[in-house]
């Protein structure tokens, strides 16, 4: 079953090639600095130029925002970081910050520190509490550092991608990398760290062409994303979807799911090279940076995967997660046309398969999820594992104890209490599967 995966593009921005893109936390804003020095601040709601300013004559290859600052902090290749009130647009500092030009810049989440690395084959911590005092130098790769990254489930910890062809994990107070990844056969441009559940995860792009998955505890490649024509520039895990980006100087983003690795869909908005994807945690936003301007597009469905019994309890998916709630706990209440409803939402628990569809059998004692090319039946009220199976799309009948699976377009299962009772293969295939009276 391909993930539904609505793709609305919401802003594209023609400029000189872009070179970094961020999305700020709260603000529809969407920050894009350029090749000929300059940075935009983008309102992709209003599709609207909010700030523009010029930081340099030269590129400026990293800009990010420091929101609880209120801040823009860029990287350029006069060697220099500076600092920006985005809403004054006055410089609140400047240094030179390396001896090479700045690939890269990563604010950490809580403490008043930011990461960056640089053509001169080092990485270095800045605390700007401190007078901006260099914290910490991290020596160890032997080519240009493309990027880093800190490790969203431990700060303590990043990692840094290098054209020596390595990736590198660090920890903050150690000037010596806790390990090395390796296993690509070009320079490393990009990486990202996997945000959900309990998967620790990173993926990296490189001039091989290949996006590889790697299991940072066992110190192993899981997985190899093949199919671009050119380098790959840019790579990111979705905060909430279960779905992987990938982009290249082939002109190309793909979207691979982050649990099958299957490719469900490929962007190309014409405006060449790929050299950026940026996004925000709790956002569907994704910003792409390329060589003639910025694409910002929303990913997902509006409308979550649900289901009501006949008693008014729903049930739906929030991402993976399961919530309930139930109509008839709202007693007599007037509620005019239009308005939210008060309902006490109830949290489930985590599914294990992203749900594309939930349906509840007729008596509503059980729920079925379906997603990622699998189903499981749920007991609707404590949301406990009671069957599973593989299925492309599941249907109840009007017997609750009855349901049907399509495998693919030539297998059709019928079931009765959980257990197989006959298959059989459609005559010209199947694509779409209902009960009718003779079938129960």
Known sequence: MPLRLDVKRVLSARSDRVKSTDLH???PWVLVSLYNGNV????????????????TDLPVRAAVFAARKSWVMTGSDDMMIRAFNYNTLEKVHMFEAHSDYIRALAVHPTQPFLLSSSDDMLIKLWDWDKKWKCSQVFEGHAHYVMQVVFNPKDSNTFASASLDRTIKVWQLGSSVPNFTLEG????????????????PYLISGADDRLAKIWDYQNKTCIQTLEGHA?????????????????????????VWHANTYRLESTLNYGLERVWTISQQRGSNHIALGYDEGTVVVKLGREEP???????????????????????????????????????????????EIYPQTILHNPNGRFVCVCGDGEYII???????????????????????????TREGSTSVKVFKNFKEKKSFKPEYGAEKTRWTMEET
């Open 25 to 27: 936390p709260t603000e």
């Open 40 to 55: 935009h601040i983008w309102n992709y709601e209003t599709q609207t130029l909010v700030k523009s300013f010029e930081v």
């Open 184 to 199: 690509h056969d070009k320079g490393v441009n990009c990486l990202d760290y996997f945000h959900g559940g309990d998967k």
């Open 230 to 254: 050119q380098n790959v520039s840019a790579v990111r895990f979705h905060p909430s979807l279960p779905i992987i980006l990938t982009g290249s100087e082939d002109g190309t983003v793909r």
């Open 305 to 351: 995967a649900m289901s009501m019994d006949s008693n008014g309890k729903i049930i739906w998916a929030k991402h993976s997660e399961i919530q309930q709630a139930n109509l008839k706990a709202m007693g007599d209440s007037e509620i005019g046309d239009g308005e939210r409803l008060p309902l006490a939402v109830k949290d489930m628990g985590s599914c």
């Open 378 to 404: 749920y007991t609707a009220m404590a949301l406990r594992n009671k069957s599973y199976g593989s299925a492309q799309e599941f249907i109840w009948a009007a017997d609750p104890s009855q349901y049907a």
